[in-house]
């Protein structure tokens, strides 16, 4: 059975920093791409960052870049995302997703709640 | 504002069909076969149901079936059932360079 597994979420202050991590099993980890996808309260879905398979590429959207890292480690079989300076407008439920390179989306985690706020 | 234009809600009755549309533009929808469709119940995880326009993924009611037009998607479902109440959005591949995916706003869809 496929299952991804997010932690690492919480409350922090605006301009501080966090580290989610998305385990996974049921599947071999490192031929798949990951992405994060994210969802503000009562908001839609955003894509955030994704990376291929073999961790040579990564790619972000506009408004985390230079901001968040998304990163793996094939031999744990976990994806990770630094965030660093938060904003308020960075709180969301964040979903780590399998991908079927970015054609599609398979497999979802259960999603883990960041909230940036002082 | 999100990249794929959808309609904020839908309604049906048990029984009746109806279809969500998702339109985009030929940088993602009208210019690559890679439409996917997630529905998402309150407080879970979105669930696959559509990809690659009009594949079911195994275990996904036959009752859900996609189709495109041009730089319009449409997610069509029929036999409504009250467990068919939902979030549903769509989601495109795109080929602006910052990223990978771009997703629709997401549709309600209430079974009345």
């Known amino acids: 059975e496929v299952q991804l597994v997010e932690s690492g979420g919480g409350l922090v202050q605006p301009g501080g920093s966090l580290r989610l991590s998305c385990a996974v099993s049921?599947?071999?980890?490192?031929?798949?791409?990951m992405h994060w996808v994210r969802q503000a309260p009562e908001k839609g879905l955003v894509w955030v960052s994704r990376?291929?398979?073999?961790?040579?590429?990564?790619s972000h959207a506009d408004s985390v870049k230079g901001r968040f890292t998304i990163s793996r480690d094939n031999a744990k079989s976990t994806l990770y995302l630094q965030m660093n300076s938060l904003r308020a407008e960075d709180t969301a439920v964040y979903y780590c997703?399998?991908?079927?390179?970015?054609?599609?989306?398979?497999?979802w985690g259960q999603g883990i709640l960041v909230t940036v706020s002082s | 504002q999100s990249a794929l234009t959808q309609p904020a809600s839908v309604s049906g009755s048990p029984g009746q069909s109806i279809t969500i549309s998702c339109t985009g533009t030929?940088?993602?929808?009208?210019?690559?076969?890679?439409v996917s469709w997630y529905q998402q119940h309150p407080g879970k995880a979105p669930k696959l149901m559509i990809y690659?326009?009009?594949n079911r993924p195994s275990g996904v009611s036959n009752r859900f079936s996609g189709s495109k037009s041009g730089n319009t998607a449409s997610l069509t479902i029929s036999g409504l059932q009250a467990e068919d109440e939902a979030d549903y959005y769509c989601?495109?591949?795109?080929?602006?360079?910052?990223?990978?995916?771009?997703f629709g706003g997401g549709t309600k869809l209430t079974v009345l």
């Open positions: 997703a399998r991908g079927i390179t970015a054609r599609y989306f398979d497999y």
């Open positions: 049921g599947f071999t980890f490192g031929t798949y791409w």
């Open positions: 990376i291929k398979a073999d961790g040579t590429g990564t």
């Open positions: 030929s940088s993602d929808v009208g210019g690559y076969n890679f």
């Open positions: 690659e326009v009009s």
């Open positions: 989601s495109s591949y795109t080929s602006i360079s910052t990223l990978d995916v771009v």
